[in-house]
């Protein structure tokens, strides 16, 4: 690995890194749901999967809607303070969030998915934040 010397090239080295740790050992929920949205399956919506943004790391990421969807475990109830500011900084980033609990992706996935296709129908295919300038009163 080439070594950096700015703090975000180091950063993001081991966001790619913990994400490529994520991809290699997922949750049940995780394949389950990966399994229904690769390769355009859901509607030809395109998903990366593990996907690292700035130092966080979302479950599931489409670029083309900015939108990011998490499979929440059992884990999380005990961090949902922490959950939420991790959620904040990255829709500072202009990227909107759907979470979903494991145990709903894994007891009803169609359910679930209708819950993605919901959320991406609303976004539509234009950008789901206005623009600088944009909007009321821009």
Known sequence: ?????????????RSVEQARLFRRNPTRS?????SALRGGR????????QHPI????????????????????AVHDGQKVRDGIRQRLIEERR???????????ERDLQGALRKVLITAAGLGSSHPFPASGEGVGG
């Open 54 to 73: 700035g130092p966080f790391i979302a479950d599931f990421y489409c670029p083309q809607l900015r939108l990011v969807v998490e499979v929440d475990g």
């Open 30 to 34: 995780e394949e389950l749901m990966w």
């Open 1 to 13: 690995m080439k070594r950096g010397i700015d703090l975000y090239g180091v950063q993001l080295r």
């Open 42 to 49: 859901l509607s030809g919506l395109k998903f990366r999967r």
């Open 95 to 105: 990227i909107r969030f759907l979470r979903l609990s494991s145990a709903e992706v």
